[in-house]
């Protein structure tokens, strides 16, 4: 009985150091039923109604590893091999790599633990509200009645929106353990869009808030994960950077630059301190600085952020985004009128009679972050000769069927009788609509992941020329089809691409820190900025 006695406490106390406890629940079994419906429905897991809650669990408790505890095994190979990259584990070439071996090395270096994962969905206030924006909060704040007290720093907005989560959430008769839509009431369908851009989600298509916000609030956790990370890596190669460059710059200053770094960053220098002296005071100071607490000016320089880490993470990401906004101004500035109409069109905005380019573009620009306002009539714009005709000969439209039944039929004159086929569909409704928006549903799935590829030489440069866009001389198919896609997808989604994400920038954007201590810590001389490029270079 001894042993057994020990044996068990063993095991027992293994458990808990390893993973999750034996006897403790899933954080769904505490979750109200409209929380397990949302929860599925979120996930796009369909579930009969009406259904009992042990039915609703056991739904749950079969797809909750792969969407909640580790969603990467769901994820495709290229996805995988993407994941790794921005790990920098070296793969083969997704041919030659097996997914098995690309899912053994994702989960070696995923995130979290599957036992944090458990106990995080337990304790969703603490991370749901993390990725949001400040703006965002202060909404949220304001909407509800919170008081934050002045200066509204990230820091004490975070902490007042959790502690009064819960509060909101029962004054509102809602649940909050997997929160409703009430949680982004203060939200605009651009906002959600903006947030799923700026994480590097795809819109749902076609979009409705509704979809928005499960997109949003089913990716949240993901978000949270990757900012952490990318918080962590800024905190740590800025920490370096700003160590080696003090230790650099120290030993070579003046006393007068010494002085001047010493005013500058709020160290007091006692009357008749001597130039080692003031190394020693600078030294001494060091530590205070790496934890950006002695320098107000580099505190503010990224704005209020919950820590160190946290403000270079702001920092990348913004500039990140700001990229990301850059390259969309740059594409639409080749847009021809058309298509700068036809964006707009896409998504309800009424666009002022006798516009000229410019008041089209800046238009545009102002609703980067907007949805497209789900299918529409130019959602047939880049789907491929078949497709096109296909539906065109089903269609039931005795004009659209000539077309599509001619030999002779351009896609542009297919593309075109597509669109008033589903202009007359969408006007009378009923079976006809449905049967237009099923196979615009079906069609544009199928294409998600080979999109132009079947297109000739000359629709992907009339398609091109669709949008005011010139073709260099000599240009290779394969490079036409990414100057297609790219197109539309800006088309399609605004500001930023799914795949060309903020995260996926933010390295890049930390790479420059050194520019931060410099610029902050007011190490302005020459002799300063000789050594922190040789700082710098050897980072």
């Given at each position: 009985m001894r042993l057994l006695s020990t044996v068990l406490s063993l095991a027992l106390a293994t458990n808990v150091v390893v993973g999750s406890s034996w006897f403790s629940k899933p954080a769904y079994n505490k979750w109200h039923e409209t929380e397990l419906e949302r929860w599925l429905s979120d996930n796009d897991i369909p579930y009969p109604t009406p259904a009992d809650r042990k039915d609703l669990e056991a739904l749950i408790e079969k797809n909750w590893e792969q969407h909640a505890v580790a969603p990467y095994k769901n994820w495709d190979t290229d996805k995988l091999q993407a994941y790794l990259k921005t790990k920098g584990i070296e793969t083969k070439d997704a041919a030659e790599s097996s997914k098995d071996?690309?899912?053994?090395?994702?989960?070696?270096?995923?995130?979290?633990?599957?036992?944090?994962?458990?106990?995080?969905?337990?304790?969703?206030?603490?991370?749901?509200?993390?990725?949001?924006?400040?703006?965002?909060?202060?909404?949220?704040?304001?909407?509800?009645?919170?008081?934050?007290?002045?200066?509204?720093?990230?820091?004490?907005?975070?902490?007042?929106?959790?502690?009064?989560?819960?509060?909101?959430?029962?004054?509102?008769?809602?649940?909050?353990?997997?929160?409703?839509?009430?949680?982004?009431?203060?939200?605009?369908?651009?906002?959600?869009?903006?947030?799923?851009?700026?994480?590097?989600?795809?819109?749902?298509?076609?979009?409705?808030?509704?979809?928005l916000i499960a997109s949003v609030r089913r990716n949240s956790r993901l978000a949270y994960l990757k900012a952490q990370e990318q918080q962590a890596s800024a905190?740590?190669?800025?920490?370096?950077?700003?160590?080696?460059?003090?230790?650099?710059?120290?030993?070579?200053?003046?006393?007068?630059?010494?002085?001047?770094?010493?005013?500058?960053?709020?160290?007091?220098?006692?009357?008749?301190?001597?130039?080692?002296?003031?190394?020693?005071?600078?030294?001494?100071?060091?530590?205070?600085?790496?934890?950006?607490?002695?320098?107000?000016?580099?505190?503010?320089?990224?704005?209020?952020?919950?820590?160190?880490?946290?403000?270079?993470?702001?920092?990348?990401?913004?500039?990140?985004?700001?990229?990301?906004?850059?390259?969309?101004?740059?594409?639409?500035?080749?847009?021809?009128?058309?298509?700068?109409?036809?964006?707009?069109?896409?998504?309800?905005?009424?666009?002022?009679?006798?516009?000229?380019?410019?008041?089209?573009?800046?238009?545009?620009?102002?609703?980067?972050?907007?949805?497209?306002?789900?299918?529409?009539?130019?959602?047939?714009?880049?789907?491929s000769y078949d497709n096109l005709k296909k539906y065109l000969i089903n269609s039931g439209n005795d004009a659209a069927r000539k077309v599509g039944e001619s030999t002779s039929a351009t896609r542009d004159e297919m593309v075109s009788a597509a669109q008033s086929a589903y202009a007359s569909a969408s006007s009378a409704g009923g079976d006809s609509y449905a049967s237009a928006t099923s196979y615009l549903a079906q069609a544009t799935d199928a294409a998600k992941n080979n999109m132009f590829d079947s297109w000739s030489e000359s629709e992907l440069k009339a398609y091109l020329d669709s949008y005011g866009v010139p073709v260099p001389q000599g240009s290779t198919l394969n490079e036409l089809r990414a100057a297609a896609r790219k197109q539309s997808t800006y088309f399609k989604y605004g500001t930023n691409s799914p795949t060309g994400t903020a995260f996926a920038k933010l390295s890049e954007s930390v790479k420059d820190t050194y520019h931060w201590v410099m610029g902050h810590l007011g190490a302005g001389s020459e002799v300063a900025k000789k050594k922190a490029q040789d700082a710098k270079n050897e980072l």
């Open positions: 071996s690309l899912l053994s090395k994702v989960q070696s270096s995923w995130y979290e633990t599957e036992d944090k994962a458990h106990s995080a969905w337990a304790n969703v206030r603490d991370w749901i509200i993390d990725t949001w924006s400040d703006s965002a909060l202060k909404a949220f704040a304001d909407r509800h009645g919170i008081s934050v007290p002045q200066p509204r720093t990230r820091d004490t907005l975070l902490q007042k929106v959790r502690e009064n989560y819960d509060t909101v959430a029962k004054k509102a008769g809602e649940t909050a353990s997997y929160p409703g839509d009430w949680l982004y009431e203060t939200w605009s369908e651009s906002d959600l869009k903006e947030w799923l851009d700026t994480h590097g989600f795809p819109a749902p298509q076609p979009s409705t808030r509704d979809k905190s740590a190669k800025a920490n370096a950077a700003y160590a080696t460059l003090t230790d650099k710059i120290i030993d070579s200053w003046s006393e007068s630059q010494l002085k001047e770094f010493a005013d500058k960053n709020g160290i007091s220098v006692p009357q008749g301190t001597k130039a080692n002296e003031l190394r020693a005071l600078v030294r001494r100071h060091r530590a205070e600085f790496l934890d950006d607490t002695a320098s107000a000016s580099a505190a503010s320089a990224f704005g209020a952020a919950t820590s160190n880490a946290g403000n270079q993470y702001a920092k990348a990401t913004n500039d990140a985004s700001l990229a990301a906004q850059e390259a969309f101004n740059e594409a639409v500035d080749t847009w021809s009128d058309s298509r700068l109409k036809a964006y707009l069109d896409a998504r309800g905005i009424p666009v002022p009679h006798a516009s000229k380019t410019d008041e089209l573009r800046a238009l545009v620009r102002k609703n980067s972050h907007k949805a497209a306002s789900g299918f529409n009539a130019w959602t047939w714009d880049d789907l």
